[in-house]
């Protein structure tokens, strides 16, 4: 991997940099962070255009073990951390302008949705730090069961009828918002249940992980609040209002991400109630430098879902796959947008449709991207 790629990683850095920055400017400057996500990253990736480069095979053992990738994801971790604390602090002054405290949370409901990316990264990693820091993170935008859901719901049931995250052909994004935060959140209950079950343990007991993924963000928006209220001498009802807003717009942005990823692919059902094993076909895929960067290379996500385990620096772009027109922060809005969103997005999954159910098309793309 180039110099240029791996330091390219860091720029998901300069976002929380904005934030505080924009903050001390005052005025639209507090908006920074969201601009820079929304406008300058989409100008950027069609300027840089897009990377083609996949890692070597000499190189994957060396890269995958590389320390440099992790301590950049844990890095960000205690970011996200640093500004929550941030901006609960500033908002309990109570000093912003309503246009300052609206560019502000913004600016860091954008990096907090790119924070449950990081706990996403880190929830595929056996290593329970790796998994602690990924609920940890989780925690502050209160979104913990995606913990469970994602992993154990999600990745088994992918771009099938019985997946609250794949969107359909002709949904709306919001018809899909409530189909996959709540479904989302019932099908982590369900397996965390039949879990409890297997284990001769209680539903309704401290084992339930579930419960705790409750009680934890409740926990620490009631602590953030006692203590920025204690320290101003009163109580200051801005601050947990502030949270709740980033967090639902955070994993809001999150479930904008999952109907991009997935909108209208299904897999074969080869017998009743049973699909067709996921391949590289099975997920749309952008492949723009830039905005890459930012998101430790999500966008690749058919090779994702084909390779769950596989590292963020590791993941690899397969022309076969289904492309999206551009990075994800332009289709992000464009999914707002129902009409425009069906008219450009129905006619590539015809196309898609027309190649994904082709059984010696499937083989040698399998074949071609083991």
């Given amino acids: 991997m180039s110099l240029l790629k791996k330091l390219g990683f860091l720029s998901i850095f300069?976002?929380?940099?904005?934030?505080?920055?924009?903050?001390?400017?005052?005025?639209?400057?507090?908006?920074?962070?969201?601009v820079l996500g929304y406008g300058i990253i989409p100008l950027l990736d069609t300027i840089i255009g897009k990377d083609p480069e996949n890692i070597t095979e000499d190189s994957f053992d060396r890269v995958i073990?590389?320390?440099?990738?992790?301590?950049?994801?844990?890095?960000q971790v205690y970011a996200h951390l640093g500004i929550v604390l941030f901006a609960g602090y500033v908002v309990s002054l109570q000093t912003m302008t309503t246009l300052e405290w609206t560019g502000l949370l913004l600016s860091v409901m954008l990096f907090m949705s790119s924070g449950i990316n990081i706990a996403h990264e880190l929830g595929h990693k056996r290593s329970k730090v790796a998994q602690f820091h990924s609920q940890l993170t989780l925690m502050l935008v209160g979104y913990m069961h995606f913990f469970i859901e994602h992993n154990k719901g999600h990745h088994v049931h992918v771009a099938t009828p019985k997946d609250p995250a794949t969107s359909k052909k002709n949904q709306t994004f919001y018809a899909f918002w409530v189909q996959s935060v709540f479904g989302g959140w019932q099908s982590a209950w369900d397996i965390e249940s039949r879990r409890l079950q297997r284990h001769g343990l209680k539903t309704w007991s401290h084992h339930n992980a579930m419960l705790w993924y409750i009680a934890l963000p409740l926990i620490f928006c009631a602590l953030l609040t006692a203590v920025l209220s204690w320290s101003n001498g009163g109580a200051i009802w801005a601050v947990p209002l502030f949270w709740v807003a980033q967090s639902i717009l955070a994993f809001s942005s999150l479930e904008a991400v999952n109907y991009v990823e997935h909108y209208g692919i299904v897999r074969r059902e080869i017998a009743p109630g049973k699909y067709e094993r996921v391949n590289p076909l099975h997920s749309w895929n952008s492949n723009h430098r830039v905005s890459n960067f930012f998101l430790f290379q999500l966008q690749r996500h058919s090779d994702h879902h084909a390779h769950a385990a596989r590292p963020y620096q590791v993941l690899r772009h397969f022309d076969e796959s289904p492309q999206l027109p551009s990075g994800y922060p332009v289709m992000i809005l464009m999914s707002l947008v129902p009409p425009l969103w069906f008219r450009v997005m129905n006619k590539r999954l015809e196309r898609w449709k027309s190649k994904a159910y082709d059984a010696e098309h499937i083989r040698q793309v399998v074949q071609a991207t083991v």
């Avoid at 001390?24 to 908006?31: D, E, H, K, R, S």
């Avoid at 320390?67 to 950049?72: E, L, T």
């Fill in 14 to 34: 300069t976002i929380p940099a904005l934030i505080v920055w924009g903050y001390y400017m005052g005025g639209g400057w507090t908006f920074s962070g969201f």
């Fill in 65 to 75: 073990s590389n320390g440099y990738f992790y301590a950049v994801v844990y890095a």
